[in-house]
C-alpha cells in the first residue's frame, strides 16, 4: 500500500512539473544561495521552496479561510506557496521578494497564471509599508533576526493603527525570540511533521486585555485599544 501510494505521489509531481514545463512555468525545487541572487548573507537567507504538502496539511487543519481574509508570503521566492494558496478564499494572495532573479519569475509565473488575486512587490521586506492590508503572514526563514526585527517592528506599527487579529505562520520560526519580543502575537502552535522543518504559529493578542511589560509597548497598547475601541463601538 505505502508503495503505491508513493507511486501514485511520484506520477502526481511528474504529471504537475510537465504541465509546467509546457507552459513555462518555473516554480521547479532548488536551492540557490545568496551570492547567486546577488544578496548579502546577513541580510537573507537561502532559497529554499517550502513543502507544499505540507504547508497544504497546516492550512487545512489550523485555518478557516474566510472570502475577506488576505496573506502576504514574506519571502515568496517564485511564489510556490503563493500558487498553494490560490486554492483557498483569499482575498488577497501577495508576496514580498527582494532578490530580482526571483521576482522576475514569480511575476512571470502569475502572468502565465493569469490569476488576478495576486500582486508580486520586489522590495527589502524591512521597507514593506503595508502590511496592514493583511490579517495572515506567511514566513520560511527568509532572514536573519536583525531583519526580522525589522519586520516585526513593521507589522507592530500596522497592528496599532489598524487592529487586528493577525495570524502568522512561520515555517523553520529560527527567529522566534524576534516574534515575541515585538510584544503582540502569543504562539499558539508548534507543529512537527517526521523529516520536515518544524511550524510555529503565532496570533495577536487582544489589545483590550493584554498587558504589555514596557512603557513603549503600553503607549502602543493605548493606541490600539482606542482604536479599536472606536471601532467596536461603531458596528
Not at 512571470?108 to 521586506?125: C, G, W
Not at 497592528?159 to 519580543?181: F, G
Not at 509597548?217 to 475601541?229: G, P
Request: hydrophobic share 35%.
Amino acid at each position: 500500500m505505502l508503495i503505491k501510494k508513493l507511486n501514485r505521489n511520484h506520477v502526481q509531481q511528474a504529471v504537475k512539473r510537465r504541465w509546467d514545463s509546457l507552459n513555462g512555468l518555473d516554480f521547479k525545487y532548488e536551492l540557490i544561495f545568496q551570492e547567486e541572487m546577488g544578496l548579502n548573507p546577513e541580510e537573507s537567507s537561502i532559497y529554499r521552496p517550502s513543502d507544499i504538502k505540507t504547508i497544504r496539511k497546516v492550512f487545512k487543519e489550523q485555518f478557516d479561510i474566510q472570502p475577506s481574509d488576505s496573506i502576504l508570503d514574506v519571502g515568496c521566492g517564485k511564489g510556490n506557496v503563493m500558487r498553494l494558496f490560490l486554492k483557498m478564499p483569499f482575498a488577497r494572495i501577495d508576496g514580498i521578494e527582494m532578490a530580482r532573479r526571483l521576482a522576475s519569475i514569480a511575476r512571470s509565473n502569475f502572468e502565465k497564471l493569469a490569476r488576478k488575486r495576486t500582486t508580486l512587490y520586489e522590495v527589502d521586506a524591512s521597507l514593506f509599508e503595508h502590511y496592514g492590508n493583511y490579517n495572515y503572514l506567511f514566513f520560511y526563514d527568509p532572514f536573519p533576526a536583525p531583519i526580522m526585527k525589522k519586520v516585526m517592528k513593521r507589522a507592530t506599527d500596522s497592528w496599532t493603527e489598524n487592529p487586528r487579529t493577525i495570524r502568522l505562520i512561520y515555517n523553520l520560526p529560527i527567529c522566534h525570540d524576534e516574534v515575541m519580543a515585538c510584544g503582540i502575537f502569543e504562539r499558539t502552535g508548534y507543529l512537527l511533521y517526521p523529516e520536515k522543518h518544524p511550524i510555529a504559529l503565532y496570533e495577536t493578542v487582544d489589545p483590550l486585555t493584554y498587558n504589555f511589560k514596557d512603557s513603549e509597548a503600553t503607549t502602543e497598547k493605548s493606541t490600539a485599544r482606542n482604536l479599536y475601541s472606536s471601532k467596536s463601538s461603531s458596528l
